[in-house]
Each structure stands twice: as C-alpha cells, then as structure tokens.
T-cell receptor
Framework: DTEVTQTPKHLVMGMTNKKSLKCEQH?????MYWYKQKAKKPPELMFV???????INESVPSRFSPECPNSSLLNLHLHALQPEDSALYLC??????????????FGSGTRLTVV | GDSVTQMEGPVTLSEEAFLTINCTYT??????LFWYVQYPGEGLQLLLK?????DKGSNKGFEATYRKETTSFHLEKGSVQVSDSAVYFC?????????????FGRGTQLTVWP
C-alpha cells in the first residue's frame, strides 16, 4: 500500500459545527503532516507529527486541533471555523521526518467549504 | 533562509511541444530537490527528485537535472500531452529548525491543447 487516504473528499460545514478530517497511511512512515492549500497557491504547512508526537504547530488558530492516535492515523478536528478557512486540506506522510531525501506522499485532500 | 523561485505561469502549449519550467533555489549546501504535480481536483504527487548535485531525476518523460553551478532544477519534457495539464511545484526541504517543512515554489499552471 503506497497511498495516503483522506476522508471525506468534500465537506461543507457551518460556522458552529464540529467536524473531523481523517488521514490514514500504511507505509510505515513515521512523519505525518497537515497542509492547507488555497486556490492557485502552494500548500502551507499547518502541523507536523514525528513519531506520533506533535513537533511543529505553525501558529495555527486553536479552532484547528490535530490528533495522532497511532502511527497510521492523523485527524484534524474542526470547530467554529470561519469562511476564510475554506480550502483544500492535504495530509502527507514521509519516511524521513525531515523529508530531506524522500519527499512526501500526499493524499488527495479534503475540500472544505465553511458556510 | 532556504527558498525556491519558480517561473511565473501560466504556460500554454500545443501537444508534442517542448516544455521547460524554470526553478532556482537558494540554500547552503546541497539539499534534495523535488518536483510535484497537482492534477485538477487532486492532491500533490511526487513527480521526480534529485538528492545530490549533478543527479538527474526522471519520471513519465519528465526530467530535471540538479545543477549546483546555476543553483537550478529546471523541469523539462520533450513532447507534452494533453494529460500533462496540471500545476507543477518545485520544492526543497527545510534543513533548519522546522524539520518536516517543504518550501514550495509558487506553482506553474501548464495547459496543453490538442
């Protein structure tokens, strides 16, 4: 299995809702990432988990809450989002926590719309 | 700090034309370099990579050579197809304090017409 699987593919949520994005990989990668991508822009790093511990939080608002229950799973819990949070949310994993030699394997993303 | 600079798009070509997308980097030493491709409505896929100077990465007819003299990693393809229409990102890893971050270029939109 050489994939990163993200669910759901599309999500529409209201500003008072609570929802979660899920990411799963079975490649034995020990680093997992959340990125946010706005239209026609490169991805922006949000969080890095290395060996199931949060190692990077790029000053992301607390309405985004990551969770890594085990080495294969990564969740992103969403609460009280704003319309400007609408974007494509990408999960990625890497064999090497520094991604220095191997790069990332990305999922296909969750397209989030906040109404 | 380390960074990549990618040529502005969009790029529009006819099928079977030659493609070059320029990418230059700024870094101390010789970091790994990557090209990612994003097809419409999808996530990013690793297209090719080079891990040291003078390496050539290749995949699906695309090539890029890591040239330390010009600090470049230009993406080339000899004959593009309609199916190559996508956004292409050049990237390099942060080797400093933000382990795990990839620095992406701005992205270049390629449209290939039949």
């Amino acid at each position: 299995d050489t994939e990163v699987t993200q669910t759901p593919k599309h999500l529409v949520m209201g500003m008072t809702n609570k929802k979660s994005l899920k990411c799963e990989q079975h490649m034995g990668h020990r680093a997992m990432y959340w990125y946010k991508q706005k239209a026609k822009k490169p991805p922006e790093l949000m969080f890095v988990y290395s060996y199931e511990k949060l190692s990077i939080n790029e000053s992301v608002p607390s309405r985004f809450s990551p969770e890594c229950p085990n080495s294969s799973l990564l969740n992103l819990h969403l609460h009280a989002l704003q319309p400007e949070d609408s974007a494509l949310y990408l999960c990625a994993s890497s064999q090497d926590p520094g991604a220095r030699g191997y790069g990332y394997t990305f999922g296909s993303g969750t397209r989030l719309t906040v109404v | 700090g380390d960074s990549v600079t990618q040529m502005e798009g969009p790029v529009t070509l006819s099928e079977e034309a030659f493609l070059t997308i320029n990418c230059t980097y700024t870094a101390t030493g010789y970091p790994s370099l990557f090209w990612y491709v994003q097809y419409p409505g999808e996530g990013l896929q690793l297209l090719l990579k080079a891990t040291k100077a003078d390496d050539k990465g290749s995949n699906k007819g695309f090539e890029a050579t890591y040239r330390k003299e010009t600090t470049s990693f230009h993406l080339e393809k000899g004959s593009v197809q309609v199916s190559d229409s996508a956004v292409y990102f050049c990237a390099l890893p942060d080797r400093g304090s933000t382990l795990g971050r990839l620095y992406f270029g701005r992205g270049t939109q390629l449209t290939v017409w039949p």
